[in-house]
């Protein structure tokens, strides 16, 4: 039974350092026509499967639309241009004031007779 515990043990700290130390076999790189993620797949000649790879931090990447996310990290994040504010509405668009409410016409009253 110890043994068994021992194996187990040895394998799972073996697959966690393998898990923390991991680095991506497909070096990074620009981005490409086509490209809409952060991340990439190239053959592995090894053993012929496929590796994963990022593309390098700060490509355009498609996170809601095209072109609006930043690669980091392999990952796409929505990107927040700081040299083009956030639009902002004319003082005295009509947009900003509701509309005036509209006047009903007045009923005309019967005389009694």
């Known amino acids: ?7 187990c043990a040895i ?3 073996t697959v966690i350092s ?11 790189r620009r981005r ?3 490209d809409t993620s ?3 797949f190239c053959r592995n000649a090894a053993n012929n499967g496929w590796d994963e790879g990022h593309l390098e931090d700060g490509e355009r990447c498609n996170y809601n639309g095209i072109d609006d996310g930043v690669c980091k990290d392999g990952l ?3 990107r927040s241009d ?12 009509s947009e ?4 005036p409410p509209a006047k009903k016409p007045k009923k005309k009253q019967k005389k009694k007779h």
């Open 38 to 40: 952060c991340n990439y």
């Open 1 to 7: 039974m110890k043994l068994v515990l021992l194996t």
């Open 11 to 13: 394998l799972f700290f």
């Open 32 to 34: 490409q026509n086509g």
């Open 82 to 93: 700081e040299a083009s504010p956030p639009p902002t509405r004319d003082e005295t668009s």
């Open 18 to 28: 393998k898990a923390d130390g991991e680095e991506l076999k497909c070096s990074k």
């Open 76 to 78: 796409c994040y929505l």
């Open 96 to 99: 900003d004031q509701p509309a």
